[in-house]
């Protein structure tokens, strides 16, 4: 059973920065991309960023430039680096992980259906 335990969530000021972490377990074979998305309140869930099992990486418009995702293999760990913060960053923060090709097409990656396992979110608060 795959489980997705993430962390680093909390309270900042705009401007600010938080690194998010995502440790994984329970893997039969490895991913074929790790994502990172993310719900406000009243909003739908939107991808944020997602990154292969090649490496390559794909970030929404609202966090290029601002936020950084990346992964440690040998600790079998994601992690979202953000920096800028902006009040609209305000949400809950879930790591994913796709076991499908599906999310490794740059029309598809950063789309919640693309990915099969979630964990239980990291509150991510930013205040003006």
């Known amino acids: 059973q795959v489980q997705l335990v993430e962390s680093g969530g909390g309270s900042v000021q705009a401007g600010g920065s938080l690194r998010l972490s995502c440790t994984a377990s329970?893997?039969?074979?490895?991913?074929?991309?790790m994502g990172w998305f993310r719900q406000a309140p009243g909003k739908g869930r939107e991808g944020v960023a997602r990154?292969?099992?090649?490496?390559?990486?794909g970030y929404a418009d609202s966090a290029k430039g601002r936020f950084t995702i990346s992964q440690d293999n040998a600790k079998n760990t994601l992690y979202l680096q953000m920096n800028s913060l902006k009040p609209e960053d305000t949400a809950m923060y879930y790591c994913?992980?796709?076991?499908?090709?599906?999310?490794?097409?740059?029309?598809?990656?950063?789309?919640?259906?693309?990915?099969?396992?979630w964990g239980q979110g990291t509150q991510v608060t930013v205040s003006s």
């Open positions: 990154i292969t099992n090649l490496g390559t990486r």
């Open positions: 994913a992980a796709a076991t499908g090709p599906l999310c490794t097409n740059g029309n598809y990656g950063l789309v919640d259906f693309a990915f099969a396992f």
């Open positions: 329970g893997y039969t074979e490895s991913p074929y991309c």
